[in-house]
């Protein structure tokens, strides 16, 4: 017998259908690796976009070269204190320094 509804004729319930082809156990593993999947390949992207904005600071550099050259000039023109840097660390330090600074405008060939 049909009964009329909101929705248009209804007849008798059916026997309830299998339950899909895997188990409980096998669909909880299976949710769990996409969710691996996903998050495994949202941090590649995060890394692939970091790696993205670090190359386009070195491209900077690179096309600033005039600019970089005249910061590490000034920087190795200033000379450090004289003296024995045992008996002053911090002569020590700017002496390292000004190293550093001179060795780097002769390795990036500023004039």
């Not at 259908?17 to 941090?43: E, K, Q, T, Y």
């Not at 005249?70 to 002496?95: F, K, M, V």
Request: with cysteine.
């Amino acid at each position: 017998m049909l009964a009329r509804g909101k929705t248009g004729a209804k007849g008798d319930r059916g026997a309830e259908g299998p339950r899909g082809m895997l188990s409980r156990r096998a669909s909880v593993a299976l949710a769990a690796v996409l969710v691996v999947v996903v998050v495994v390949a949202g941090c590649g992207i995060a890394l692939g976009w970091r790696g993205i904005e670090l190359a386009n600071k070195a491209l900077v550099v690179v096309h600033h070269h005039g600019a970089l050259c005249t910061a590490i000039s000034q920087l190795a023109d200033e000379n450090p204190p004289s003296g024995n840097p045992a008996h002053n660390p911090s002569r020590a330090y700017l002496q390292e320094q000004h190293a550093t600074f001179t060795e780097l405008h002769r390795k990036f060939e500023c004039s």
